[in-house]
């Protein structure tokens, strides 16, 4: 089988992180490194929740699914690479990955961006995107693809955090906000889009984007305190875990086509990331359906029908998905891009290769192999494996 790049991989930050990257006078507001109810290590955020064990966002060696929990995980159990950068290469080429495209947590991200401290929010994912590039994908920068977490304090902020990064060796950029800070999509934001645009940078969008201060702090119910725990093994959870960016996907790739964003910036490109690609051509469909039918009252005035720029501007990333993989002429070959999710619980390290395999029985070589390596490799100037 042909090299394979996973576009949409994380990190679980080490121990010392904080103590080593954040700017001095900040740290004692840092993420506090404690147990959970099990005695595994947790983190303790500022979102007014519980302790965030490790459990179902790491990788241990060895572990059976029927052992997968939210507790009781430790950083010296679990595989080194879920923060080290040389350990990581030696697990992803165990599992036939070839690159990674790296991408931030988000559970600790929202302790710096739920605030209303701008310069405490631009420590944290300064410091976060210091440690990526400078740390972590500098083992092997051929082969761990660092993308840029960006800030929602303001457009001037977040055009010079990209700035900065992309020198780093960062090659795209992550939103987890609107880089105005505002609650919708304006014209505001297209100075960050035109500064992406001329750098380079692909803008990913992994599953939701928050409004600053509209993010509400960590629900303690005594459902999701029990899930913290380990305790709730019920429907819910599941369910939440199942559905991932399909109530949020779709309408923020929608706001962004159809208000013209691609007519203003025709070489930007986006990723839908993590949300699968199964719905893309049912709600591409629906797009240019009801653009036709609204655009004279909602003054919306597009070159080209919605679908075109989905074509065009966007790619898709997914770890399982066969009815995405079925309808990959739909979506375009040239616009999915499998993952593995790694050190995720969705992943199937280092079975990753059977899995590719399965999931692409009836599909030719060149184009699975467009979907596994070309298109990432493509989009983020990966040469390794060629």
């Not at 965030?52 to 052992?67: H, I, S």
């Not at 304090?153 to 060796?169: F, H, N, S, T, Y």
């Not at 999701?224 to 960016?245: D, P």
Request: one cysteine or more.
């Amino acid at each position: 089988m042909d090299p394979m790049i996973s576009s949409d991989s994380h990190i679980v930050e080490p121990p010392d992180l904080w103590e080593k990257w954040l700017t001095a006078d900040f740290r004692p507001r840092a993420p506090k490194l404690v147990k959970d109810e099990e005695g595994g290590d947790a983190w303790l955020y500022n979102d007014g929740g519980a302790p965030a064990p490790l459990g179902l966002v790491t990788v241990t060696r060895g572990r059976p699914r029927e052992e997968l929990r939210w507790s009781g995980a430790h950083y010296d159990a679990i595989n080194q690479g879920n923060f080290e950068g040389s350990a990581r290469v030696k697990e992803m080429l165990e599992d036939g990955v070839v690159a990674e495209v790296i991408y931030s947590p988000q559970r600790t991200m929202r302790h710096f961006m739920l605030g209303t401290d701008d310069e405490f929010h631009l420590a944290g994912i300064r410091a976060y995107n210091d440690w990526l590039a400078r740390d972590f994908c500098a083992k092997a920068p051929e082969r761990l693809i660092g993308i840029a977490q960006m800030p929602s304090v303001g457009v001037d902020a977040a055009i010079a955090e990209m700035k900065r990064a992309k020198p780093l060796g960062h090659r795209g950029v992550l939103l987890s906000a609107w880089p105005s800070g505002n609650t919708n999509l304006s014209e505001a934001d297209d100075p960050f889009f035109a500064e992406a645009e001329r750098l380079g940078m692909p803008i990913s969008i992994h599953c939701a984007l928050s409004a600053r201060g509209k993010v509400a702090p960590k629900p303690k119910t005594a459902t999701e305190e029990k899930m913290s725990r380990g305790e709730a093994t019920g429907g819910k959870q599941v369910s939440m875990l199942s559905g991932a960016g399909l109530d949020t996907m779709p309408l923020i790739m929608g706001e962004i086509i159809l208000t013209g964003v691609h007519d203003r910036f025709p070489k930007l490109q986006f990723v839908s990331v993590e949300s699968g690609a199964g719905w893309v051509p049912y709600y591409a469909e629906q797009m240019d359906d009801r653009y036709d039918r609204n655009k004279y009252w909602a003054k919306i005035k597009l070159e080209r029908k919605p679908s075109e720029y989905v074509r065009s501007n966007w790619s898709f990333t997914f770890i399982i998905d066969h009815y995405g993989v079925k309808n990959r002429h739909a979506v375009g070959v040239d616009r999915l891009m499998w993952s593995t999710d790694y050190p995720h619980h969705g992943c199937d390290w280092p079975r990753s290769r059977s899995v590719v395999a399965e999931m692409f029985e009836d599909v030719s070589a060149a184009e699975r192999r467009a979907i596994t390596y070309d298109n990432a490799a493509r989009l983020y100037g990966i040469r390794v494996g060629e």
